[in-house]
């Protein structure tokens, strides 16, 4: 009994008479009123670390038009699908941050499908929105999705990405872009509905309706298949923004069987249809999708359609040397690493742009020129005592005469 009454707390030192409760540990006691402090100070502290995690991704808001005016220096042309991704990403990103009113007015999410050629600068233009807002920014491919139960990747394994990103901050992954590439080889191979099992096709299509539209998802920390004894994490979709991209090949047929293209008489205007006829995309609709293979439900969660113009001569040889990383510099910037002073005469950028034409290659076929005529002076001038390199035009066709690009054949 004596021991008894020399009971105290260890923490605040008060007796076994002067409290209601005592809880006994190993060595220790501890109170009621040490309990209840000791819960105010961990929810203080875990309220400090959420708020240090959140700051790493505080959103930079910006109007559409600074929006624009920060892309146009890292990607040349495109104007129209510039203007149209930074409405809806602003629109998104206010949709967010705005206080809920009392009127029952939602406004919906803005997801994007954008529609262009090879090379013409879909995935550039969603990585520089992403740079901009400072927000968690993944990029997937839809080639690897599966209908869930087949080899594959399930489509939840996206927004494991976007967790990996944001080191598994939840609140800023709900709020983050993810980037859906390669959209249109999820098309079903008809405009009519599969017979037979549609696995990486119409499947994966299905798979995505409830993801864009917005809901709780259990996403799989690690990636990979979902099993029952793996812990989830759940995820709420509603405010994260999905943008879409494709080439679409072939889809221009689908456009020009519907706007006619091939009108005849005496008032037709033959400049104004060979315009139409070499910029088909400018005419995109959601209905072409549908026909190219994308399901109706998938299209109603992909509001904003914008498309890409295909790159002209004019927007290639700017592309060369006007945007903040264009090419010429990066590769002066190599080259001044040996100590080399490069200089590349006007004659020899308009021969990259017609080689790129040629080739059909985008904006990604310049880098594949500038490799092919700069390779054996990157490889024989590091450690040597020349300083200053002037590539000229006869240099350039030489280099590119020899190389196995020139074999390169377009029908």
Do not use: W
């Not at 501890?30 to 105010?40: K, R």
């Not at 803005?110 to 927000?135: D, H, P, Q, Y």
């Not at 293979?293 to 700017?318: F, N, S, Y």
């Not at 945007?323 to 510099?329: A, D, G």
């Amino acid at each position: 009994m004596a021991k008894q009454t020399n009971l105290h707390c260890s923490f605040c030192g008060r007796s076994r008479d002067e409290v209601k409760i005592l809880i006994a540990g190993q060595e220790g006691h501890i109170c009621e009123n040490c309990v209840e402090h000791a819960q105010e100070i961990i929810v203080q502290e875990l309220q400090q670390r959420t708020e240090t995690q959140t700051t790493q991704y505080k959103f930079n808001i910006r109007k559409p038009v600074e929006i624009k005016e920060f892309i146009d220096q890292y990607v040349i042309g495109q104007d129209d699908a510039k203007k149209i991704l930074s409405v809806a990403v602003y629109n998104h990103y206010k949709r967010i941050t705005q206080k809920q009113s009392n009127d029952e007015v939602e406004i919906d999410k803005s997801n994007i499908i954008m529609v262009g050629e090879t090379g013409t600068g879909k995935t550039l233009l969603a990585k520089t929105i992403a740079r901009l807002l400072n927000v968690p920014f993944a990029i997937v491919d839809a080639t690897v999705f599966t209908e869930a139960g087949y080899v594959g990747e399930d489509v939840e394994s996206m927004l494991t990405r976007l967790l990996q990103v944001c080191n598994y901050d939840v609140a800023a992954a709900e709020k983050g872009i993810v980037y859906i590439d390669e959209l249109d080889k999820i098309a079903r191979k008809g405009d009519n509905p599969s017979i037979t099992r549609d696995v990486s096709g119409e499947g994966v299509q299905q798979g995505l309706l409830k993801m864009l539209e917005g809901t709780e998802v259990l996403v799989p920390p690690q990636g990979g298949r979902k099993h029952p004894e793996q812990k989830m994490i759940k995820l709420n979709t509603s405010n994260i923004l999905f943008i879409c991209g494709g080439a679409f090949d072939g889809i221009d047929k689908v456009i020009a069987r519907r706007i006619n293209t091939n009108a005849i008489g005496f008032n037709v205007n033959k400049i104004e249809q060979e315009a139409q006829r070499t910029n088909l995309l400018q005419f995109v609709t959601a209905q072409d999708l549908k026909s190219f293979g994308l399901i109706p439900e998938l299209l109603g969660r992909l509001p904003v359609v914008t498309h890409l113009d295909p790159l002209d001569a004019k927007t290639l040889r700017a592309i060369l040397t006007q945007p903040k990383n264009s090419l010429i510099k990066q590769f002066t910037r190599l080259f001044s690493y040996e100590g080399i002073d490069i200089t590349i005469d006007d004659a020899v950028l308009d021969f990259m742009v017609e080689k790129a034409l040629e080739y059909k290659l985008g904006a990604r076929g310049l880098r594949t020129i500038c490799e092919s005529i700069l390779t054996d002076a990157m490889y024989e001038l590091p450690g040597t005592d020349v300083k200053k390199l002037d590539v000229t035009l006869e240099y350039a066709m030489e280099k590119i005469g020899n190389s196995k690009l020139n074999m390169l054949k377009v029908a």
